[in-house]
């Protein structure tokens, strides 16, 4: 696992807006780069925030994607789909 | 000799802006103007501010549970919430660096940044205030698990205050944490459709009355990691006013100004020092 790779995603997604645009235009090639194991990758891809967070990605992080609209994401199904997931009561 | 004149702890909601402005008669304005005229009233020469970062200045790849910034001003949000105006914040980088030492002498071993760019949190609370002042930031790791112990916070504010009490300048200071009390952000616990929600609603009134009692002890040993996350994931942020609370001195005693908002989770408290 490379929780680290999946937060890298977000963070520069909410960061860098050229990034953010590639990510938007072609997902699976702009992953590329990242040091993802395969059910990252497939999750990022299906903007399954739920899987991403279950895995222990930072949900701030997550929601950079909807903010930025990538990944099928948007507010209301971020909402959604992040609802569904078991709190993680970290502490 | 500088001195801790107050202490307040507000709210940093990015979309506070808004809301103050479509309400003004709402518990949010009312709240920020009348610690904004406290503040008016005491007149401090400086801030220094006790503020959590919500994964925009720092990262996983370098993640310092506390942080000051020692520059001679600093600039924000680089999380760009619309409502909050960019703005550069003049500091005071010789009391950041003393500060940075002397808690150093106190077993607090902080990073220090001198190049420092800020997320919404402090930004939020001066721009709807309209004030800035001269801020030394410090930065708590408290929203990127595992964080600190409450007892640590308050002990780290404790640092903080014999710092300032020990700098030279003769400067009166005020002590500002920004953050909510309970609250869950972008996490399972957020309201539909919402980007947030306010789980722990018993939480945030009981920190209400142990603090409008001026009991801290009792609400340190409450404050358990446990109790914090059962309150939201983003409840870390009540260890920034538990900072402040140390800074104040020996005992932050009653407060001028305590009041919950229960819809997002946070409260509005201003204390004086010495009283």
């Given at each position: 696992m490379s929780v680290y790779a999946i937060n890298l995603v977000g963070r520069r997604t909410l960061r860098d807006p050229e990034f953010a645009r590639r990510l938007g235009e072609d997902p699976a090639l702009a992953l590329e780069q990242f040091d993802l194991a395969p059910e990252e990758r497939e999750a990022l891809l299906a903007g399954d925030v739920a899987a991403l967070y279950a895995m222990g990605a930072h949900e701030y992080l997550l929601m950079g994607l909807a903010r930025r609209g990538?990944?099928?994401?948007?507010m209301p199904t971020f909402s959604e789909r992040i609802r569904a997931a078991e709190p993680r009561l970290d502490f | 000799m500088a001195r801790v004149i107050a202490g307040c702890s507000v709210p940093h909601n990015p979309f506070l802006p808004v809301k103050v402005k479509e309400d003004p008669e709402g518990i949010n304005a009312r709240c920020f103007a009348e610690v904004a005229e406290a503040i008016g009233e005491l007149e401090p020469d400086l801030v220094v501010a006790f503020s959590p970062d919500h994964?925009?200045?720092?990262?996983f790849d370098n993640l310092p549970t506390l942080l000051v910034g020692i520059v001679d001003e600093f600039s924000g949000p680089?999380?760009?919430?619309?409502?909050v105006e960019p703005r550069t914040l003049v500091s005071d980088p010789d009391l950041a660096r003393h500060i940075f030492h002397q808690a150093l002498r106190s077993d607090f071993d902080l990073s220090r940044s001198e190049s420092l760019q800020v997320d919404h949190s402090v930004l939020v609370p001066l721009q709807i205030m309209d004030i800035s002042p001269v801020v030394v930031p410090i930065i708590l790791n408290?929203?990127?698990?595992?964080v600190m112990n409450a007892t640590r916070a308050y002990a780290f504010g404790r640092a903080v205050g014999e710092a300032i009490r020990s700098y030279e300048r003769d400067l009166a200071v005020l002590v500002l944490a920004d953050g909510g009390v309970i609250q869950e952000v972008?996490?399972?616990?957020?309201?539909?459709?919402?980007p947030d929600g306010a789980p722990g609603q018993d939480w945030l009134a009981r920190v209400i009355e142990l603090l409008g009692d001026g009991d801290v002890e009792t609400l340190l040993a409450e404050a358990t990691p446990w109790q914090i996350a059962e309150a939201g994931n983003?409840?870390?942020?009540l260890l920034t006013a538990l900072a402040m609370l140390g800074a104040l001195g020996d005992s932050p005693g009653v407060p001028r100004l305590i009041e919950p908002e229960p819809e997002t989770g946070h409260m509005f408290a201003f204390w004086e020092a010495g009283r």
């Open positions: 990538v990944l099928g994401l948007d | 994964l925009n200045t720092v990262f680089n999380d760009d919430y619309p409502p408290v929203l990127a698990p595992p972008a996490g399972p616990r957020i309201r539909p459709g919402k983003a409840a870390g942020e």
